[in-house]
């Protein structure tokens, strides 16, 4: 098992930056990789981007390529979300999620942090 706290979130206006943060606890040692998605009201949960575990190797969905940053600690077993240039369409919830291994998918979730970004 592993547990996934999520932080960081709050109310931006455009243009504002804020960072989110993910502690992990639990069943650490064996973590693929690390993973930020978002729900917008009415919107199906979408991904943000992923950090892999072994090398720090990091994605991003096209809509938050060039702002958002991910980044790990691994002696805190935290993960970061540095979001920056922020825009109204950013507005959600926002979850980390952790995958074991390369198939398993992202098996634990946080609870999420809201972020929302005013015009």
């Known amino acids: 098992q592993v547990q996934l706290v999520e932080s960081g979130g709050g109310l931006v206006q455009a243009g504002g930056s804020l960072r989110l943060s993910c502690a992990a606890s639990g069943r650490t040692s064996s973590r693929y990789a690390m993973g930020w998605f978002r729900q917008a009201p009415g919107k199906e949960r979408e991904f943000v981007s992923s950090i892999r575990w072994s090398d720090a190797y990091t994605y991003y969905a096209d809509a938050v390529q060039g702002r958002f940053t991910v980044s790990r600690d691994n002696a805190k077993n935290t993960v970061y979300l540095q979001m920056t240039s922020l825009k109204p369409e950013d507005t959600a919830v926002y979850y980390c999620?952790?995958?074991?291994?390369?198939?398993?998918?992202?098996?634990?979730w946080g609870q999420g942090t809201q972020v929302t970004v005013s015009a």
């Open positions: 999620a952790a995958a074991l291994t390369l198939s398993s998918g992202y098996q634990y």
